[in-house]
């Protein structure tokens, strides 16, 4: 047994150190990812707060308040048109229970008038524009501004549809594919390898897995962007369905695994923009950039425009 641990602990000695040191210089093994944009400022579905979601009014106002990204969900009409919406079926967003699929476009309802805030209980947004929009309005009025493209649904059509005006308005560097489920993702990717990707659920929970191990800084890193909550406004200004999420003690036990400051500087070095999200208090603003997140993603686009004006984060250094 002791002619064993001679040999095993200068291994596990020297695994751990070079662990640390690769951890703490991932320029030693990975050449840092040089994204086209970097965004403090994000603004969920378009600024779901100050304006209808998802609307063009909606996005033309976190532009005007300097997002640097704007975040949306795609589905498809049944005549084949690419629509902003986050829900497929409408009864939430327009009080008709259909499902964009089974309607052709210029027969979608309208948005309701007041709409509650999904991540801020008890807040209602309200707007002039109510129309439900297409994609290739936004990327028309707003061609130079990034979006981030989450794609719920596992439909080929809908993927090489979203791919194809992404080549067409020639913003594969400024359109990142999003999704929560990694098989949905893999055929973003094959649709479209020039755009850059987020962590998917589980892709997530493999780089935590990786981290705690101690094999993250040896493990080679395909994707541009990290978003992920903030646990602690659940059950505060969002109040989740699930029974589970709605325990204060599985929340603390989450806040204290998923945040973690060394892990977002790791990601940071390797050019790697961690975005925590859906933020509506200057105290979740702060608490996020104190942890070291890159970005915060808020409904309320000019309340974060303000903070960053206020309270200016350093530069980053050759992202």
């Known amino acids: 047994m002791s002619s064993c641990l001679y040999y095993v602990i200068p291994v596990l000695g020297g695994y751990a150190l070079t662990s640390v040191v690769l951890f703490k210089n991932p320029h030693l093994l ?23 979601e998802n609307t063009l009014e909606a996005f033309t106002n976190a532009v005007d308040n300097n997002t640097g990204l704007l975040e949306l969900d795609c589905h498809m009409t049944r005549d ?23 309607v052709n476009y210029c027969d979608l309802p309208k948005y309701k008038d007041r709409l509650e805030v999904t991540f801020y209980t008890g807040h209602y947004s309200t707007g002039t524009d109510r129309q439900i929009a297409l994609l290739e309005q936004v990327f028309q ?18 993927i090489k549809k979203v791919s194809d005006l992404v080549k067409l308005y020639r913003r594969d ?74 325990n204060k003690f599985v929340i603390s036990v989450f806040e204290k695994i998923l945040m973690q400051r060394p892990l977002f500087r790791h990601l940071q070095a390797r050019g790697i923009q961690v975005h925590l999200f859906v933020l509506n ?18 409904d309320y686009p000019t309340k974060l425009r303000r903070y960053l004006d206020n309270n200016p984060p350093p530069e980053p250094s050759n992202h």
């Open 30 to 52: 990975h050449r840092k990812k040089q994204t086209a944009f970097y965004s403090r400022h994000i603004s969920h579905r378009g600024g779901a707060g100050e304006k209808i």
């Open 80 to 102: 084949g048109q690419v629509v902003v919406s986050h829900d497929e079926n409408l009864l939430r967003q327009t009080g008709h229970n259909v499902n964009i699929s089974d």
């Open 141 to 158: 009025k707003f061609p130079n501004v990034p979006v981030n493209l989450e794609i719920k649904e596992d439909n080929e059509a809908l």
């Open 173 to 246: 560097d400024i359109t990142v594919w999003a999704s929560v489920k990694s098989h949905i993702m893999k055929k973003c990717r094959q649709a479209n390898p020039s755009m850059p990707v987020m962590f998917t659920v589980q892709r997530c929970a493999i780089v935590l897995l990786l981290y705690f191990t101690g094999l993250l800084p040896f493990v080679p890193l395909s994707e541009s962007f990290l978003q992920g909550y903030l646990p602690s406004i659940i059950n505060r200004t969002f109040i989740p369905s699930s029974p589970l999420l709605r």
């Open 281 to 298: 208090e200057e105290s979740e603003f702060r608490k996020a950039f104190d942890l070291g997140a890159t970005g915060v993603m808020t």
